[in-house]
């Protein structure tokens, strides 16, 4: 008899997390609102609304994660996808941080240089992130899991490193923030094809049906869907 996990708690620790999620993103939001003049007095209620949302956004995806039994590799590399997103955001934090307390020494490198260099690097992530890397190779369960698995961290290696080489390129610039803004872009651009979001897993799908294939990419990575 087929043995099913025990459902997770949707909401255990949700609240620390979520206010952690919202006080990193409003304090993002502060450094700007202090470069443009705004009250300080706006800041504990902004962050009370976000807390807000960020936990009801994140308890009604939990929920619906738990309804459709997604589990398995495709609930892991979510996870790892998404904290490599929120990452990057981070770090956009940080950079807006360092630009709002100033101090950064600027190198004589020049700032069209850097400017040029971070957009073809991003426009060179874009097209490695789908053209350099592993294919789907339905040959069999363990060649689509390898496959699928060394795809997605190829895809996430190329997405993430405009996004890296622009902080680099704000810190040789003394503290401009639109270099790591052009990096960020792109990033976010290459994280998005990498998600395996259901949307993706169908495309897939249908690639391998019409290559002869009879493997379920979603079953064989682990995931099931519950009754509908």
């Keep these: 008899m087929q043995e099913h996990p025990e459902p997770r708690s949707p909401s255990k620790g949700l609240w620390w ?35 807000a949302m960020v ?10 994660d738990d309804r459709a039994g997604v589990i398995g590799v495709i609930a892991a590399l979510r996870r790892i996808w998404a904290a ?7 770090i956009g934090v940080i950079v807006l941080i360092l630009q709002s307390e100033g101090g950064l020494k600027r190198t ?18 874009l097209v490695g992130g ?18 699928y698995r060394s795809r997605f961290f ?13 902080f680099g390129g704000f810190l040789l610039l003394g503290g401009e923030p639109w270099v790591y803004l052009i990096g960020l872009t792109a990033s976010l651009a290459g994280f998005a094809p990498a998600a395996p979001t259901p949307a993706s897993l169908r495309r ?25």
Aim: hydrophobic share 50%.
């Design 55 to 64: 936990w009801m956004i994140w308890r009604r995806r939990m929920a619906t």
């Design 17 to 51: 997390k979520s206010l952690l999620s919202a006080w990193l993103g409003v304090s993002g939001i502060g450094a700007v609102a202090g470069a443009l003049g705004l009250p300080e007095a706006l800041g504990f209620p902004a962050l009370a609304v976000a807390w």
């Design 84 to 90: 490599f997103c929120v990452s990057m955001v981070l």
């Design 204 to 228: 897939d799908q249908e690639q391998l049906d019409a290559s002869g294939k009879t493997l379920n990419l979603l079953e064989s990575l682990g995931g099931s869907q519950g009754p509908q």
């Design 108 to 125: 004589g490198v020049s700032a069209q240089l850097v400017g040029v260099g971070v957009t073809l690097i991003g426009v060179l992530s």
């Design 130 to 147: 789908r053209v350099w890397v592993r294919q789907l190779d339905g040959s069999d369960l363990e060649s689509v899991i390898q496959s």
């Design 154 to 166: 190829a895809q996430v290696a190329w997405a993430e490193a405009p996004a890296l080489l622009a």
